[in-house]
């Protein structure tokens, strides 16, 4: 199956700076990327899918402006922590194509610590 | 909506001990259903699935099954190992939806 690279694993910031986390897509071309987040004993909650070549869909809820992604080949989107507030501290994930009758595929996650 | 819930953890048992986390599912449709795994340090990894009504899922000793008459995909094994520790994620995924729902996450521990 297709194996998806998500990096850095651990990511810690001060407030009020940016943050870029890469999902890369190693041996499967990837039209669609999808990123969650997880808050602490919750669900991984889609944030946004990605698209290749084309504005990203935010889900309801999601601050386009404050998450900004950019999916510029088949094979990266990133996720971009605008002006990071402590609030904003979680476990960001990526996905590659899921589809029913098929696997979806994660990246290792991301643990962004805003302080 | 859709919905995933899942036992709270988290769950501890001895090494051999059997093994049932709960998942049941609110879908306007026929989902198909999931268990993923996420070890330690890795990301989540498809454990098994289930597409349609009474189906069996099955990998490395884990087994469940899509009850629609409950609502239901809980998972089991029969006799747990230490290398089993790890997060398990139930989720639901409806056909010509590309987004999956997930659980909250179950933590369980193995202690030998």
């Known amino acids: 199956g297709a194996v998806v690279s998500q990096h850095p694993s651990r990511v810690i910031c001060k407030s009020g700076t940016s943050v870029k986390i890469e999902c890369r897509s190693l041996?499967?071309?990837?039209?669609?990327m999808f990123w969650y987040r997880q808050f602490p004993k919750q669900s991984l909650m889609l944030m946004a899918t990605s698209n290749e070549g084309s504005k990203a869909t935010y889900e309801q809820g999601v601050e386009k402006d404050k998450f900004l992604i950019n999916h510029a080949s088949l094979t990266l989107s990133t996720l971009t922590v605008t002006s990071a507030h402590p609030e904003d501290s979680s476990f960001y994930i990526c996905?590659?194509?899921?589809?029913?009758?098929?696997?979806?595929?994660f990246g290792q996650g991301t643990r962004l610590t805003v302080v | 909506g859709n919905s995933v819930t899942q036992m709270e953890g988290p769950v501890t048992l001895s090494e051999e001990a059997f093994l049932t986390i709960n998942c049941t599912y609110t879908?306007?449709?026929?989902?198909?259903l999931f268990w993923y795994v996420q070890y330690p340090g890795e990301g989540l990894q498809l454990l098994l699935k289930a597409t349609k009504a009474d189906d069996k899922g099955s990998n490395k000793g884990f087994e469940a099954t899509y009850r629609k008459e409950t609502t239901s995909f809980h998972l089991e094994k029969g006799s747990v190992q230490v290398s089993d520790s790890a997060v398990y994620f139930c989720a639901l995924l409806l056909i010509g939806n590309e987004k999956l729902t997930f659980g909250t996450g179950t933590r369980l521990t193995i202690i030998p």
């Open positions: 996905s590659v194509d899921g589809w029913a009758n098929t696997e979806a595929f």
């Open positions: 879908a306007t449709g026929y989902p198909s």
């Open positions: 041996d499967f071309q990837a039209t669609t």
